[in-house]
């Protein structure tokens, strides 16, 4: 991930869902901020209590070259650490530095079919996958929300089944989002992956996918965006020491 610092300034949030925010910031540290990064994300510093200057991601939903615009979708989901707080906080006009962005996770357009999974974290990089699908693509997107009202428009391709699964409660363990994703009908041939969200589901599909299923890791993507009851640091910490491999 690049690590240049840029200066912004919120210059509109507005309420996207019932539990989703839609963050748009500008300024001219973007002009040089380069294109084609919807889908990878941006670390935003922020305050934390008790231990100062931290920084947290978000995902590139989108970004206007012309206009210097640069929009984040972020889950307003209380004030549970520096993050949630500093969504729930910040207002127009105030600034925000930024680092990034970091690489794009993709999913491998080498396969027959396609699945995606997540939850309201990952939502802003599945929209995107989605986008640049092939309009043949066929598959599976299980997406959970809170509340049927996060149930937001896609542009996916007509093959492609959207499942949404709803948890009032993600705080509350264990996810839906497992059980939904292996109980699908598993299609014939070659299957591209890409799977984010809470630590512990992504990891359980992960072993799915590699133990049950096979799927080579070249089309396969699972990445850990949070973890139930622990911090971003614990989070990295626990990855870290998993024997199942990131």
Known sequence: MAREARNTRVISKKLLTPNMVRLTLGGDDLENFPEGYEGGYIKVVVESTGTGIVSRSFTVREFDPEQLCLVIDMVAHGDHGPASRWAGQVRVNDEVNILGPGACKRLNQEADWF?????????????????????????????????????????????????????????????????????????????????????????????YFRHERKIHRDFMYVSCYWKIGDTDEGMKVAKKNDSEAW
């Open 115 to 207: 699945l995606l999974a997540g939850d309201m974290t990952a939502l802003p990089a599945i929209s995107v996958n989605l986008e640049i699908l092939p309009e043949n693509a066929r598959g599976y997107a299980v997406l959970e929300v809170i509340d049927p009202g996060d149930q937001i428009e896609l542009n996916a391709p007509k093959g492609l089944e959207v499942v949404w699964v709803r948890n009032d409660d993600p705080l509350r363990a264990p996810s839906p989002i497992s059980d939904t994703v292996k109980n699908l009908v598993w299609l014939e041939g070659q299957a591209s992956t890409w799977v984010a969200g809470e630590f512990d589901t992504s990891r359980s599909l992960r072993q």
